[in-house]
């Protein structure tokens, strides 16, 4: 059974920093695309960032040069870096796995169940 289990979610002010972290198990992490997505109330899930079998990584614009994707694929767990958070950065923060899904979410194979982080002024 795939099993991705996000941790690392929380209250933070404006400007502070989140590690999130997925640990993943029931399938063949070291060679899977890995991601965030996220999901603001009433909006839809979108891209946050990605990190394929090779380390190479993509990252929404919205993002770039704040948050940091990285995996460990000795001990099946993916992070994600936040730094300089905004409140627009609010939701809940989603792993996912499986395929060649860059940022699209209706790619994504499994799903965790998430980590709400929120961002106050």
């Known amino acids: 059974e795939v099993q991705l289990v996000e941790s690392g979610g929380g209250s933070v002010q404006s400007g502070g920093s989140l590690r999130l972290s997925c640990s993943a198990s029931?399938?063949?992490?070291?060679?899977?695309?890995i991601g965030w997505f996220r999901q603001a109330p009433e909006k839809d899930r979108e891209g946050v960032a990605r990190?394929?079998?090779?380390?190479?990584?993509n990252l929404a614009n919205s993002v770039k040069g704040r948050f940091t994707i990285s995996r460990d694929n000795a001990g099946n767990i993916l992070y994600l870096e936040m730094n300089s958070l905004k409140p627009e950065n609010s939701a809940m923060y989603y792993c996912?796995?499986?395929?060649?899904?860059?940022?699209?979410?209706?790619?994504?194979?499994?799903w965790g169940q998430g980590t709400q982080v929120t961002v106050s002024s």
């Open positions: 990190i394929d079998r090779f380390g190479n990584t």
């Open positions: 029931g399938f063949t992490f070291g060679t899977s695309d």
């Open positions: 996912a796995a499986g395929g060649d899904f860059y940022l699209r979410p209706e790619s994504v194979e499994f």
